[in-house]
């Protein structure tokens, strides 16, 4: 059974929470435009699948890395200088990368592309208007 659009949107926000701290280490970021539930839904589901993906695996590697070690040791590594070349450091680093590039890609969903998301609003808006103007034209004669 298909997931309605909302429940996608709240799926999409739910996993964009979960994935903050290691967006932010990885200077990446997830953002929905405003009143997604506006857009049609092959948008919403084009989302929804690419989110999915990069959870189930590029997050999901990065957690492994970290679940290794205690968060107070990871701690200690971000604040004290030497542990660059601690094997779990690199792996983690690795990882994190891999997440900010598939996060960032060009293969971004539209859905989370700013600029994109505002010409489909503006394309739709503009056929709503050609839509009432015809239907006015229509119900006046």
């Known amino acids: ?64 890395i970290r679940s290794q070690q205690s968060e107070a040791i990871w701690e200690r590594y971000e604040k004290w200088e030497g542990f660059d070349d601690h094997a779990e450091v690199v792996i983690y680093k690795r990882e994190l990368s891999k997440l900010r590039k598939a996060i960032v890609s060009r293969k971004r969903p539209t859905l989370f592309k700013k600029g994109a998301i505002d010409g489909v609003r503006k394309r739709i808006e503009k056929e709503n208007k050609r839509r009432n103007k015809l239907q006015k034209a229509k119900s006046a004669s």
């Open 1 to 64: 059974m298909a997931l309605s659009k909302v429940k996608m949107l709240d799926e999409i926000n739910l996993i964009n929470a979960t994935m903050q701290m290691h967006l932010v280490k990885a200077k990446a970021a997830i953002v929905l435009p405003d009143n997604p539930e506006t857009l049609k839904n092959p948008y919403i589901q084009e989302g929804y699948k690419w989110i999915m993906e990069i959870f189930h695996n590029e997050y999901k590697a990065v957690c492994q």
